[in-house]
């Protein structure tokens, strides 16, 4: 009922730009936690960047000062601002949500988006 649905992915020089952002649709409450995680091939799926619905915002360290994390809880959206892009950005970004509750009274403690891809590369 719940979907969370990605856009923005694409291919981009490094030093460049690019901003995805995730909807989540359906009958939502709240989200407790939305973020971004990512997977290149050969590597575990790694957290880049959350924000909780109050705002506290956490990135890892090789996207530090590079990615802003944003959201707009009344929309149900969150976005990645990614800027000075280098290839080892490269990977699927997954949209993340947790603790999703809806107007019916259900709680999904975890979901994830399909996925989009970002290349940089020249």
């Known amino acids: 009922q719940v979907q969370l649905v990605e856009s923005g992915g694409g291919l981009v020089q490094p030093g460049g730009f690019l901003n995805l952002s995730c909807v989540a649709s359906?009958?939502?409450?709240?989200?407790?936690?939305m973020g971004w995680y990512r997977q290149a091939p050969g590597k575990q799926r790694e957290l880049v960047a959350r924000?909780?619905?109050?705002?506290?915002?956490k990135y890892a360290d090789p996207v530090k000062g590079r990615f802003t994390i944003s959201r707009d809880n009344a929309k149900n959206t969150v976005s990645l601002e990614m800027n000075s892009l280098k290839p080892e950005d490269t990977a699927v970004y997954y949209c993340h949500a947790e603790v999703v509750r809806t107007l019916s009274g259900s709680q999904t403690p975890l979901m994830w988006g399909q996925g989009t891809q970002v290349t940089v590369s020249a």
């Open positions: 924000i909780t619905s109050g705002g506290t915002t």
């Open positions: 359906g009958d939502i409450f709240s989200i407790y936690i």
